[in-house]
């Protein structure tokens, strides 16, 4: 095993833990209690949702690199590329959900998950 990619992989993990938590605790609260919000699609609604789910998406990410880190520590590179695939997966099913599919960026995601599962596969 590699000592510092699993000290990565766990400093990754409490890094997405506190982003999320403490943004939800100091920002996004504070920020969804002004008036100026920007109105997309006929209300500030949107903008609200389009900011929190980008917000912890950067957790997911975080998380995803950490087993990512994780698995490559044990010497599994295939493992490792199914991970970050698999993050790119939920990536997208939370840009979908979070913006009603309204948000362009899931498709993408998406098309990222599939197309590093198909690689791994291949290799």
Request: no cysteine; proline share 2%; hydrophobic share 55%.
């Amino acid at each position: 095993m590699n000592s510092w990619l699993l000290l990565a992989s766990v400093l990754a993990v409490l890094t997405g833990v506190a982003h999320s938590y403490l943004g939800e605790r100091y920002i996004l609260g504070r920020l969804f209690r002004r008036t100026e919000l920007p109105h997309l699609f006929g209300s500030d609604l949107f903008t609200k949702r389009t900011l929190r789910f980008a917000w912890h998406l950067t957790s997911i990410a975080w998380v995803g690199a950490a087993v990512s880190f994780w698995v490559l520590a044990r010497g599994d590179a295939t493992g490792g590329i199914r991970v970050l695939s698999a993050t790119f997966f939920l990536t997208s099913l939370v840009t979908a959900a979070g913006s009603r599919g309204r948000h362009l960026a899931w498709p993408v995601f998406l098309a990222i998950a599939v197309a590093a599962w198909l690689g791994a596969s291949a290799s």
